[in-house]
């Protein structure tokens, strides 16, 4: 009796159920789109948001808060596809900008194809590939290493603005940064310099043999779509590029570098930049938690900024609002790549300041403020595929009034640059008068029209 009711009641249930029609499933995902990154002189590939699992209407949200922050451009990037963009980039995306510090982070990476390449030893003494003879660094400054340089701890005096005030001057940036005295132990004290990233600079030139810039045309922007004679890098007058400043792409081209990092150093399939050595710039280094090579990074939660006016350290995450895996390319003012590899995510924007914190440090750029955390949280919010904490408004940060001009612009370090030996000064250079620099900053000039 028992079973004959449970198969009446098992008949029924299925006839119900072939009633009511087909069992109802979960919802398919849908499918992400993934973009193919463009050829030299060939726009992005584009996607909306909802393709790349977004919001639209945050996305538009964090684009306009980022906008009016005195944005030149603003480019957001999911899966190699451009989802958002600000209206004014139609006027200033082929507009050159320098990107300031930027730039050393594109000696970083011209150091990674180095070494990847073998020319170049991570923790090998710079003096293994430098000159020998008067100007060319006493046994300590020759003892500081590849690795010292990438990570702002080689321990030559610093003073940032004093540091870039002869430029177009400078007769030899290496022998200037190695005429500066060494006031800490290598390696143990992280201080932001400009000299530091120069000397890596022309040790890379030296390392693979030939002009810097031309390596960086065959080897890094060649590959990506960045055309020779599309822009331009200034050179100190002996003939080696700036290494940390005065590299003058467009919003489109610094773009491509932060597409090629974000897909871990390859360019539709050609690695360009070492994978392994993508790992390492983004990772947190024992003397600065938000600095890896050159790279500032989100892995740490103690920041030190750069010495304008003062060098200050936060006690926090570099971006609160974005995944700790997030690092950056970083140029005053704002010039900004920002990969978030764990999202396949890339910001790039350019422009003048715009953080609004009191603090003068935040202000001048030279420690991250509310203008990358407003941003982050509202793009944060608009990701549906992946759950970002949110930890609530910008909070503030301490405020330091320290505004020592021999912070930044001390006459000792720029009376070295100045007069960086004896047989090198802002006149005469190595027995010459230096004309490098400029000839070829003249020949590049075409290439910003």
């Not at 451009?82 to 300031?100: E, I, R, S």
């Not at 005030?165 to 290598?186: M, R, V, W, Y």
């Not at 600095?291 to 750069?306: D, I, Q, V």
């Amino acid at each position: 009796m028992i079973r004959r009711i449970t198969r009446l009641a098992t008949v029924a249930i299925v006839g119900a159920a072939a009633l009511m029609g087909p069992t109802a499933t979960a919802a398919p995902a849908p499918v992400v789109k993934h973009c193919r990154l463009p050829a030299a002189g060939r726009p992005f590939t584009t996607a909306t948001p909802a393709q790349e699992r977004l919001d639209g209407a945050r996305v538009t949200a964090a684009v306009d808060q980022l906008s009016v922050r005195m944005r030149l451009s603003v480019q957001v990037f999911r899966n190699d596809c451009l989802v958002a963009a600000d209206p004014l980039d139609a006027l200033t995306g082929t507009a050159h900008n320098n990107l300031w510090s930027v730039t050393k982070s594109v000696t970083s990476m011209l150091t990674g194809i180095a070494i990847g390449q073998g020319r170049l030893t991570l923790d090998a003494p710079i003096g293994r590939y430098l000159p020998t003879g008067p100007g060319w660094g006493d046994r300590a400054h020759r003892a500081i290493t590849v690795r010292q340089l990438l990570t702002q701890t080689s321990g030559i005096d610093e003073s940032i603005l004093a540091e870039a005030a002869t430029t177009g001057l400078d007769p030899s940036l290496p022998q200037e940064a190695l005429a500066q005295p060494i006031k800490h132990a290598p390696g143990t004290h992280f201080e932001y310099s400009q000299l530091g990233p120069a000397l890596l600079a022309y040790v890379v030139q030296r390392a693979v043999g030939e002009n810097l810039a031309t390596y960086a045309q065959r080897e890094l922007f060649g590959p990506i779509g960045i055309t020779r004679g599309s822009y331009l890098w200034l050179e100190d007058r002996s003939g080696t590029p700036y290494g940390y400043s005065n590299l003058f792409l467009t919003p489109t081209q610094l773009a491509r570098l932060g597409l090629l990092m974000q897909d871990g150093g390859r360019w539709n399939g050609r690695q360009v930049v070492p994978a392994a050595y993508v790992d390492e710039v983004g990772r947190a280094t024992a003397t600065n938690g938000c600095y890896g090579l050159l790279f500032w990074t989100n892995a740490g939660t103690s920041c030190t900024g750069a010495n304008i006016p003062a060098a200050q350290t936060v006690h926090r995450r570099m971006i609160p609002t974005a995944p700790s895996d997030a690092y950056e390319m970083n140029g005053t003012g704002g010039q900004l790549n920002v990969m978030i590899p764990s999202l396949h995510m890339t910001v790039t924007t350019t422009g003048y300041f715009g953080d609004r914190s009191p603090d003068p440090s935040i202000l001048l750029g030279a420690t991250p403020g509310d203008m990358q955390y407003t941003f982050f949280r509202t793009l944060m919010s608009a990701v549906e595929d992946v759950d970002v904490p949110d930890p609530g408004p910008y909070p503030g940060d301490p405020i330091d009034l320290d505004a020592d001009p021999m912070n930044y612009l001390s006459p000792f370090v720029l009376r070295r640059d100045l007069l960086a030996s004896p047989t090198c000064n802002v006149v005469v250079c190595n027995g010459t008068v230096p004309t490098k620099g400029l000839l070829d900053a003249v020949r590049a000039l075409p290439g910003l029209a």
